[in-house]
């Protein structure tokens, strides 16, 4: 907050500085980390983001984007069994390769249990799996429709940019406007960084031979 010259008397004076003081150090405090666990309605928000679920996967279409969400620099895990029904028969759990979360694969439902985009572990792969050839890419804002957690051009989840700073990047680069109208295009390292930045900016993500 930029200083201000007071016409009123002395005593006036004294009682803007502090609370000057007060709001720079409200701005300035460690933010709340978020909870934003997989939701309990997967096939419902799918179709609230304008996904008709089906019961196994189809790889007509196949491309894979990465997701970062960062608050003053922490990671929030984006969780394993977005956008599937992971108590669905059909729907299996293993452990994932290192041994600290939960992987979910799909073979075939008896009813639907699987949205074209999802995540099958918590490592912030964003898979786009459809039966349409060259399906036009979907947007992140769907994929945070189908987490539960609201994604604008003012807010990510319970943050919003009239008290912190947020920012999103594609490929280490900073975009403006709208980040849910960003396209899951093959291969996109996105970052949204929320408050206090982290020292390096992620801008790239090794995926498998097997991921395209």
């Known amino acids: 907050m930029r200083g201000v010259i007071s016409r009123f008397a002395p ?9 000057s003081i007060l ?23 799918a179709r ?19 997701l970062d969400v960062m608050v003053d620099g922490k990671a929030v895990p984006v969780p394993a069994g977005i956008g599937i029904d992971t108590k669905a ?21 008896p009813d639907p249990c699987l949205s074209e985009l999802h995540t099958h572990d918590p490592d912030g792969i964003l898979h786009s799996e459809s039966k349409v050839l060259n399906q036009k890419p ?10 539960g957690v609201r994604l604008d ?26 980040p849910a109208d960003i ?5 996109l390292e ?10 390096q900016i992620p801008s790239s993500w090794e995926f498998l031979n097997n991921q395209p």
Not at 11 to 19: G, K, S
Not at 48 to 66: S, Y
Not at 91 to 103: F, R
Not at 159 to 173: D, E, K, R
């Open 11 to 19: 005593t006036t004076a004294f009682l803007i500085l502090p609370i």
């Open 23 to 45: 709001l720079a150090a409200c701005s300035s405090a460690a933010l709340t980390q978020p909870l934003w666990p997989a939701p309990s309605d997967p096939m419902g928000l």
């Open 48 to 66: 609230k983001a304008g996904f008709e679920p089906t019961n196994q996967e189809f790889l007509i279409t196949h491309t894979h984007a990465h």
């Open 89 to 109: 028969k059909g729907v299996t759990e293993q452990p994932t390769a290192d041994g600290t979360g939960k992987d979910y694969q799909v073979s075939e439902c």
């Open 138 to 147: 979907a947007k992140l804002g769907q994929f945070f429709t189908e987490w």
């Open 153 to 178: 051009v003012q807010c990510v989840g319970e943050f919003c940019s009239s008290n912190t700073q947020i920012a999103v990047y594609v490929n280490g680069h900073k975009v403006s406007g709208n």
């Open 183 to 187: 396209e899951l295009k093959s291969h």
């Open 190 to 199: 996105i970052a949204v960084i929320i408050g206090k930045p982290p020292d």
